[in-house]
């Protein structure tokens, strides 16, 4: 026997991974425009020696705190509204599965639904990880940092340092009134390329914020229609 | 208000399109329902007519829908009454384009023309993702794209045997061949939808022909039980391709898709110029991830407006002949029973 009310919360469930998803992405992208904008003033300000000599402490010291500062309280508030959303989804099909219904539910239905509900609890512990990784993660060691899991999201270490060193020993080798500017140039690309490895393009041993807040959403999803939904 | 064949309204009770305006009730593919209490005020059944104004949108007719000054303007440029009614009762049901897209409402009673261009359509979609299936068709010999072309002329065969049954004398045993066709074919493009699925392929679009080919025989498939009076056979069609499509269609992510299609894109990521390139990739992917999830409430729904035809002892063929021949949009079927 047919049920409709399954059917549509599966529905639901999938509109609504698909709009925290879209939401997400359009989010951090813009917070990487606005970081890549704040670092370059940064750099603009930071003096020869910082661009030429100290790349890898300038990313260490100034761009990664900063990146982490500010990018937190925006992927806890995109797991927060996503987690309110996905409630209301429960909740609101909790209050049809009260009502007398035209066909026959397999026993357990309504259980399942509180299952539902519950199934926020991933997000919630995904974002308090998300929030005790950043002390953690203060490291500049060669590896990637965290483990990715369905249920957390893990800060990206990337090690934009020790490629740019390689980066400034070729540079020390110019000479002339460009220096200082191919400099900051190149320290500019390196922030902007470091951002981005965090915030939105990882690799495969360690995916990007985004990626990994899309692959939470895909999974929470996938458990949330597992129960009945 | 008339009463068809003792069972059918040629049109919705004015409380219940009162009670869709302000939003109380919602139409979910066949049923009008309470967005509140779940509650099932009636069925609908979209007409023979409707699909050829349909069939005339999809041909390039424009047919705006959205609101009621663009639909107005249209149907007064089209000067057309038939039309105009269409669309009069799209809005007063608060439709958008839906009854006018690739998903109709109730059982399907197309005629083979309108069926074998959907069928058309299908087929461009696979020439026009040829370049991915390839590599996919390349190490999966379900997915052989001469196989695929067998299949959709098995397919335009199956719906033309379906329709030219109601000629017959005795219809009943053609509509019984219809049905296991429509069936085995139903399977194939299950299969193959699996096939693509496992090669790890996120991209809805890839699937979609297939989707659309499985829709399309499934419907074949309930129309065919419903008119030899297995009323019974056709819920269950329904029932089981509604949780199908369903784990089919929440198989392919909004968010996955898109990253993988900007991954193509010589923009880089960071820039408002990606935002935008993410945005044109949203709108694509939603509007296709819509229609698929479409597909499963209307079958999902026809189940149950069938369940309530055999509660109320109308014989599926009387239904669909009503439906093939009223000129109205749609007909309207009290609901008996209460709640889904």
């Keep these: 026997m047919i049920h409709l009310l399954n ?20 989010v951090i992208n813009d917070l990487a425009v606005s970081l890549q904008e704040k670092f370059d003033g940064d750099i603009s300000n930071s003096g020869f020696t910082d661009a030429l000599v100290r790349q890898r402490g300038f990313i260490v010291t100034k761009v990664e705190p900063h990146l982490r500062m500010v990018t937190i309280p925006v992927i806890e508030k995109i797991v927060d509204e996503a987690n309110v959303a996905l409630r209301q989804i429960a909740n609101h099909h909790a209050v049809w599965q009260e ?10 239905s309504v259980d399942g639904l509180r299952d539902v509900a519950m199934t926020a609890a991933p997000f919630a512990a995904g974002a308090a ?32 340092g020790s490629t740019l060193a390689a980066v400034a020993f070729a540079i020390g080798s110019y000479r002339g009134k460009g220096m200082k500017d191919r400099a900051h140039e190149r320290l500019r690309k390196s922030v902007h390329q470091h951002v981005v490895a965090t915030l939105i393009k990882g690799d495969d041993k360690q995916q ?22 | 208000m008339t009463i068809v064949g003792n069972f059918f309204w040629r049109k919705v009770p004015e409380h219940l399109i009162a009670a869709l305006k302000t939003g ?15 509650r099932i005020a009636g069925h609908l059944q979209q007409t023979s007519a409707l699909h050829e104004i349909g069939d005339l949108v999809r041909g390039g007719m424009s047919l705006p829908l959205q609101g009621l000054g663009l639909a107005s303007q249209t149907a007064t440029v089209i000067q057309n009454e038939q039309i105009k009614r269409a669309v009069a009762a799209i809005q007063e049901l608060q439709l958008t384009n839906l009854a006018f897209g690739a998903v109709g409402i109730g059982v399907s009673v197309a005629s083979t023309a309108i069926l074998w261009r959907k069928i058309d359509a299908v087929e461009r979609q696979v020439s026009s993702i040829a370049g991915t299936l390839d590599m996919i068709l390349s190490s999966v010999e379900a997915l052989k794209q001469d196989r695929i072309v067998d299949d959709f002329a098995r397919l335009r065969a199956v719906v033309e045997q379906m329709n030219e049954a109601w000629i017959l004398s005795d219809p009943a045993r053609q509509w019984n061949d219809v049905a296991r066709d429509a069936h085995n074919l139903s399977s194939v493009f299950e299969r193959r939808i699996i096939a693509i699925i496992d090669t790890g392929e996120v991209d809805p679009i890839v ?23 297995a009323t019974l056979a056709a819920r269950e069609v329904a029932s089981a391709g509604a949780e199908t499509m369903s784990k089919f269609a929440g198989h392919f992510g909004l968010g996955t898709a898109a990253l993988k299609r900007m ?8 820039s408002l110029s990606w935002a935008e390139a993410f945005k044109r ?19 999902a729904s026809n189940g149950l407006t069938i369940s309530e035809i055999e509660r109320q002892g109308i014989h599926g063929r009387k239904w669909l002949e009503a439906a093939r021949e009223e000129d109205v949009p749609f007909l309207y079927l009290n609901a008996e029973t209460s709640s889904a």
């Design chain 1, 99 to 108: 009502r007398p219904l035209l066909v026959q539910l397999p026993d357990g």
């Design chain 1, 7 to 26: 059917i549509l919360g599966r529905s639901e469930i999938d509109e609504w991974r698909d709009h925290w998803s879209s939401a997400a992405a359009l």
């Design chain 2, 263 to 270: 991954e193509s894109d010589a923009v880089q990521a960071g």
């Design chain 2, 281 to 299: 990739h949203e709108t694509e992917l939603r509007q296709l991830l819509t229609d698929q999830r479409a597909r499963v409430t209307a079958l």
């Design chain 1, 129 to 160: 990880t998300a929030v005790a990784l950043p002390a953690m993660a203060v490291t500049t060691s060669a590896a990637w940092f965290g483990l990715v899991t369905v249920t957390a999201i893990s800060w990206p270490v990337v090690i934009g």
């Design chain 2, 24 to 38: 109380e009730l919602k139409v979910y593919g066949s049923i009008i329902r309470s967005i509140s209490t779940g």
């Design chain 1, 208 to 229: 990007a914020i985004l990626q990994q807040v899309i692959t939470l959403l895909q999974e929470t999803a996938r458990e949330a229609r597992r129960h009945r939904l």
């Design chain 2, 207 to 229: 699937a979609e022909p297939m989707l659309s080919a499985l829709s399309l025989a499934t419907d074949t498939r309930i129309s065919a039980r419903l008119a030899s009076g």
